[in-house]
């Protein structure tokens, strides 16, 4: 059994996905709920993963890509290949999504809160959106081929993509999806697992 610490509608969500889909049992816990939760952990972010061990140790898992990694690697599935270029281009898709495009979002989040003047800040959020939209048209290149970033069928990056896919219309800015984009943010985000994860975080689906 997993403890997932997560906040509602953030990249922790994903986790959640995927752990659904490996048929992993997990326990929530709102970070927010969590009163010295820098004790768990000291960067301040989530997600975070905890489970116990066969000697009965509690393992504490940080770092998303390196938690997902984690749990396709322990669990049986399709979304990360057991060797070869197809197991390294997934590997691929999921640092693109945590460690490139996450990063990108974010920075819509960090001038929301930081930049007060109305000029400045449009001009950021600007510069922000402009690289994002860079970024979704390398994912519509790589879509004509396949559905999937990971082929036929959706896998972990995919699932990253389309939680932080939702995060756009939070902010005054237009975010540019090619059709290929749609059609895949749309198929993953009505997974019956996307769904559900949604659903324990009190989270709407998208319209
Ligand atoms: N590199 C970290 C980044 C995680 C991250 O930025 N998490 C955000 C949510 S998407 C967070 O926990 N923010 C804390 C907060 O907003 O208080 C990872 O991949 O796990």
């Known amino acids: 059994m997993y403890t ?4 509602p509608d953030a990249c922790s969500l994903a986790t959640q996905v995927i752990l659904h889909e490996l048929k ?22 989530v997600p975070v993963l905890v489970n116990q061990d066969a000697n009965n140790r509690e393992n504490v898992r940080r770092e998303g890509a390196a938690i ?32 490139t495009m996450h990063p990108a979002y974010g920075r819509l989040f960090f001038i929301s809160q930081h930049i007060t003047d109305e000029n400045t800040q449009q001009q950021a959020y600007q510069a922000a959106t402009q690289a994002i939209n860079g970024l979704w048209h390398v994912v519509e290149l790589q879509l004509s ?11 972990a990056a995919d699932i990253l993509l ?10 005054p ?16 985000q009505q997974m019956p697992n996307f769904l559900k994860a949604l659903q324990a975080e009190k989270v709407q689906a998208a319209a």
């Open 68 to 99: 997902i990694l984690h749990l396709l690697n322990s669990h049986e599935n399709i979304m990360l290949p057991k060797s070869g270029l197809s197991r390294d281009r997934a590997i691929e898709n999921i640092m693109f999504a945590n460690a």
């Open 162 to 171: 389309a939680v932080y896919a939702r995060w756009g219309g939070s902010f």
């Open 173 to 188: 800015v237009e975010i540019q999806l090619g059709t290929n984009t749609q059609k895949m943010l749309s198929a993953v």
């Open 145 to 155: 081929q396949q559905d999937f970033l990971g082929g036929d069928a959706p896998g």
């Open 24 to 45: 992993q049992p997990v326990s929530l816990i709102n970070m927010q709920d969590v009163p010295d939760f820098k004790a768990i952990n000291p960067v301040g972010s």
């Open 4 to 7: 997932l610490y997560y906040l």
